[in-house]
């Protein structure tokens, strides 16, 4: 079963950027849907975004055009790219495997993003 490690996050300002990465234990087909999602106290585990079959992406609309999801499948990440950080941005990132013929689903541990002045 795939382990993912996420790393990246980090206390920014209002406007900053920051790259989460998710770290796979082994390759992960690029046909496996790789996603990301939040987690903001007191709050719902919220998507993100999503990498698929042909670097298909897709992304939640509080964050379209300001992050973007890529992949590296030679050194098996998936990234996040997150721009225009606002304060709402704040909250743990996950990177989650899709399960199916590759396996069982997979999260990591999650990393911390907290915007604030």
């Known amino acids: 079963q795939v382990q993912l490690v996420e790393s990246g996050g980090g206390l920014v300002e209002p406007g900053e950027s920051l790259r989460l990465s998710c770290a796979a234990s082994e390759s992960i087909p690029t046909t496996r849907p790789i996603h990301w999602y939040r987690q903001a106290p007191g709050k719902e585990r919220e998507f993100v975004a999503a990498?698929?079959?042909?670097?298909?992406?897709s992304y939640a609309e509080s964050v379209k055009y300001r992050f973007t999801i890529s992949r590296d499948s030679a050194q098996n990440l998936v990234y996040l790219q997150m721009r225009g950080l606002k304060v709402e941005d704040t909250g743990v990132y996950y990177c989650w495997a899709a399960p199916g013929v590759w396996g069982p689903e997979a999260r990591g541990q999650g990393t911390q993003v907290t915007v604030s002045s």
């Open positions: 990498i698929g079959t042909a670097d298909y992406t």
